[in-house]
């Protein structure tokens, strides 16, 4: 089955340093990946849309600044948190459609990186 | 936008009981609609799926409808299990993105 894999599975890091992870579709193509953050005991929460070869499309609230995103390839999207506060503390899981399956097809998840700023 | 509402926010059934999960749904456009299980610490898992042109789906223990004109889909878990103890969540798609519901926690008594 499809599997994404996204690394690094946690980190911890000081407050105003950033934080990079990467989200990879091992065996399929994905034009679109979706970047979730979850905090504790709550919902997954969209943040962006990366496109491979364009612009993140970032969900109303998301400062685009401080959550770079860069879709450089079909199997390989990174989220960069900038200048990480603890209350940027949280779950980030990313997700991705085969593109050979169509837009109506499942999402995959990545193990998603438990992120802790101190 | 699409915006899912899910309830209710918890709910125990005791074992061998079955459970349901109702969601909503507010854009008329949404033509794929996925239930994920997450255990604690762990990513979602796809359970099923139902696409709007079905009116409902079922894989053993688990089935799932949807009334596109009332905008509802509702997830339904029989002979439950302890294994089945889990955050649920519905979401709703248009083409796109996946817009996911608040989530159940149920909870399989012994």
């Known amino acids: 089955g499809a599997v994404v894999s996204q690394h690094p599975s946690w980190v911890i890091c000081k407050s105003g340093t950033s934080v990079k992870i990467e989200c990879r579709s091992l065996?399929?193509?994905?034009?679109?990946m979706f970047w979730y953050r979850q905090f504790p005991k709550q919902s997954l929460m969209l943040m962006a849309t990366s496109n491979e070869g364009s612009k993140a499309t970032y969900e109303q609230g998301v400062e685009k600044d401080k959550f770079l995103i860069n879709h450089a390839s079909l199997t390989l999207s990174t989220l960069t948190v900038t200048s990480a506060h603890p209350e940027d503390s949280s779950f980030y899981i990313c997700?991705?459609?085969?593109?050979?399956?169509?837009?109506?097809?499942?999402?995959?998840f990545g193990n998603g990186t438990r992120l802790t700023v101190t | 936008g699409e915006n899912v509402e899910q309830h209710p926010s918890t709910l125990s059934v005791q074992e061998g009981d079955s459970a349901v999960i109702k969601c909503t749904y507010s854009d008329s456009a949404s033509n794929y609609f996925p239930w994920y299980k997450q255990e604690l610490g762990k990513r979602p898992q796809l359970i099923i799926d139902i696409r709007s042109n079905v009116g409902e789906k079922k894989d053993q223990r688990i089935a799932v409808t949807l009334n596109k004109t009332a905008k509802h889909f509702s997830l339904h878990i029989t002979e439950t299990q302890p294994e089945d103890s889990a955050v649920y969540f519905c979401?709703?798609?248009?083409?796109?993105?996946?817009?996911f519901g608040k989530g159940t926690r149920l909870h399989i008594l012994p």
């Open positions: 979401a709703a798609s248009r083409y796109d993105k996946i817009i």
């Open positions: 997700s991705a459609r085969d593109i050979g399956r169509g837009n109506n097809s499942p999402l995959h």
């Open positions: 065996d399929f193509q994905a034009t679109t």
